[in-house]
């Protein structure tokens, strides 16, 4: 959560204010939350396998930014949370983006802060869906911009080896977001997807011990471990 809210301070209000700062430490002895507003809304854009929010019954068991939307609402900030679909391509969620954000803000200027897939979803509706004149600033949190090697595995050894992407396409199950996530999809995707002239862009990554990680991701967090000592093995032998 400190992630997504600092990255509202700056795309909102440029260098964070001390109290803001002072906001995000793990400390009992927090003053209380001072109103924050931005001069444009702010969306909030989910990855992969996201969605606004779960009910049952009528009842909210959980959103996609747990924890998140409070906060903001909390300090008084005009916001909105799209929902894009759990895992259709990215030119698809992009256009949803776009939609969505013409419906809750017609005619508005807005900031955008995208979590993991959601983050290239918005860049492609930047360069390619001519929002350039809407969006002030994009911060993405956790975007993987050049692919993940966890994607790749996955898409190599599950979808394709194992016919979970040819079953999942019977049933009518869209996975073209794993495809998309893949590092030599983001390699092609960069090419053709320049930052556009007058938007702001940030983007923010983070890293937290294996044992805090869910449970059926630790798997991944360790092949991302292994791949990345294999790369900085190779890149230094060829330094040499």
Not at 100 to 127: C, E, W
Request: net charge positive.
């Amino acid at each position: 959560m400190r992630l997504f809210v600092l990255a509202f301070l700056v795309l909102s209000s440029g260098p964070a204010r001390a109290q803001d700062v002072l906001a995000l430490l793990p400390t009992e002895a927090r003053a209380p939350a001072q109103p924050l507003k931005t001069r444009y809304p702010v969306i909030l854009a989910h990855g992969i396998m996201g969605f606004r929010a779960i009910q049952i019954g009528g009842v909210n068991v959980g959103n996609y930014f747990r924890g998140v939307e409070p906060r903001l609402r909390e300090r008084g900030l005009n916001f909105a949370c799209t929902n894009v679909g759990m895992t259709n391509a990215v030119e698809e969620r992009a256009r949803l983006l776009k939609a969505q954000i013409d419906f809750f803000y017609p005619g508005q200027k807005v900031n955008i802060i995208a979590h993991s897939l959601g983050g290239l979803d918005a860049r492609l509706m930047l360069t390619h869906l001519g929002m350039g004149d809407r969006v002030v600033s994009l911060s993405t949190v956790g975007t993987p911009h050049r692919g993940t090697w966890c994607a790749d595995w996955a898409v190599r050894y599950v979808g394709q080896g194992m016919g979970v992407e040819k079953l999942l396409a019977k049933l009518g199950v869209p996975v073209d977001a794993f495809s998309n996530l893949q590092t030599e999809w983001c390699a092609e995707f960069n090419k053709r997807t320049p930052d556009v002239p007058g938007v702001r862009y940030f983007s923010y990554g983070g890293r937290q011990p294996w044992y805090e990680i869910t449970p059926p991701f630790v798997p991944f967090h360790w092949l991302m471990k292994i791949k990345e000592k294999t790369l900085a093995g190779h890149e230094l032998h060829h330094t040499e």
